[in-house]
């Protein structure tokens, strides 16, 4: 064993509310199958942590389920809404996928740059927004789409940003 300790992450990390709504996600499945709750688990440990997942973060929830460390990545590192660094208030996903961006998402994503002074993957130097671009969300019939928080926006342009931005400030 080299010199360097490694800190063995508790369950305890999480909070007793996290916990709580894990259990109660827990109970949906199997017994043999707690597990599936990563989703919700992750979700929700992440709202409660300003928005981002740490490492620790997720070790924790990986002992909470009993599963690997490295399968609790997997599924924070695969999903977009899943964030391993701090983001703004209002993270800003842009659907870059083919029907958004045959309807003008490109041109959504540049305007939202050029407004907003950051590149994707960037936050605003006040800490109100992220700009994200992501796959899918599942809005083809309302493209162009974007999604802050848990709310959705369809058929974008620049007038509709302007609006949707200044009721976030």
């Not at 360097?4 to 894990?22: E, V």
């Not at 928005?51 to 389920?65: H, K, M, S």
């Not at 002074?117 to 809005?139: M, Q």
């Amino acid at each position: 064993m080299s010199g360097i300790a490694k800190k063995l992450i508790s369950p305890d990390t999480l909070s007793q509310n996290a916990r709580n709504h894990i259990d109660h996600w827990v109970l949906k499945y199997p017994d043999d199958q707690k597990q599936s709750a990563v989703i919700a688990a992750l979700t929700f440990v992440q709202n409660e942590n300003a928005g981002f997942l740490t490492n620790e973060l997720i070790e924790a929830v990986a002992a909470y389920l009993g599963m690997p460390k490295i399968a609790v990545y997997e599924v924070a590192t695969f999903y977009s809404m899943f964030e391993l660094k701090p983001v703004g208030k209002h993270k800003i996903c842009v659907c870059t996928n083919i029907s958004c961006m045959l309807l003008g998402s490109d041109k959504i994503m540049d305007y939202l740059k050029s407004k907003l002074g950051i590149e994707v993957g960037e936050t605003t130097p006040d800490g109100k927004f992220t700009l994200k671009s992501v796959e899918c969300l599942a809005a083809c019939c309302g493209a162009p789409a974007m999604q802050i928080g848990s709310d959705y926006y369809e058929n974008l342009d620049t007038i509709k940003i302007d609006e949707i931005l200044a009721s976030k400030e």
